[in-house]
């Protein structure tokens, strides 16, 4: 959508006063997101050793099963998002993309929750595939939402940010929380599923609770 070959790019400064202007929406954006992927990552890191030390699997098995079950159903997650959101969009709902993150933050939160509570192994996949399904749900709408609402010549600089928090928050404090709440406050090697529930219970609703801060203000910028 820009005219000509040259334009100015803008500094930090022009950014920065941007995003501030819609500080709600870069809110639910670079922060509500990263709290979804904080799920992600301790799901990712603690599912293998989970099957392992509570529920007595080999640690071969535990891994190419979970392997498998988060390949197809990440990848079903990622994919299920946008033809969920086009659906909404239909039917009249600006605000769909967020509603989906909303669902996929809630949806994987309870999924979580529910896994200290499962008798077996196999009990506690469904708990996983649940989670592992959901958690993934919104990540291809948000990138097509900072694309959407973000001009052309600042969008390298946004998106870089959004790395930045993503795996500040998702990657360093995702299996990071997990384990500290394990050693320090359940004191169990074999609470790592109570750590995981418990990690969730405390980032999913911040995740919610940013992301329906963010839709009034997108729905206001998308209709411009």
């Known amino acids: 959508g820009r005219e000509g070959a040259l334009t100015e790019l803008p500094g930090w400064r022009v950014v920065l006063s941007y995003m501030w202007q819609r500080k709600k929406l870069y809110s639910a954006l670079h922060l509500g997101v990263p709290f979804i992927v904080v799920m992600l990552y301790g799901l990712q890191g603690w599912t293998p050793t ?8 080999d640690l071969a098995d535990a891994g190419r099963i979970y392997g498998m079950l988060a390949l197809i159903c990440g990848s079903a997650g990622v994919l299920s998002g946008p033809v969920l959101s086009q659906f909404l969009l239909r039917r009249g709902l600006d605000d769909a993309p967020f509603r989906v993150a ?16 499962q008798v077996s192994g196999e009990m506690a996949l469904i708990s996983i595939v649940s989670a592992s399904f959901f958690v993934t749900l919104p990540l291809a709408l948000i990138t097509t939402v900072m694309h959407e609402v973000t001009p052309n010549n600042m969008r390298g600089v946004v998106n870089g940010m959004y790395v ?5 928050f998702g990657l360093a404090l995702g299996p990071t929380l997990v384990a ?7 004191r169990d090697t074999m609470a790592v599923a109570k750590s995981l529930a418990f990690v969730a219970l ?14 009034k203000n997108y729905t206001e910028i998308v209709k411009r």
Do not use: E, H, K
Request: charged share 5%.
């Open 180 to 186: 500290l709440s394990t050693d320090y406050m359940f």
């Open 202 to 215: 405390f980032v999913g609703p911040i995740a919610v609770f940013l992301l329906n801060l963010g839709r």
């Open 102 to 117: 909303v669902l996929g933050a809630a949806m994987a939160t309870l999924s979580l929750a529910t896994l200290p509570f």
């Open 50 to 57: 989970i099957l392992l030390r509570v529920y007595g699997w």
């Open 164 to 168: 930045v928090t993503t795996n500040v």
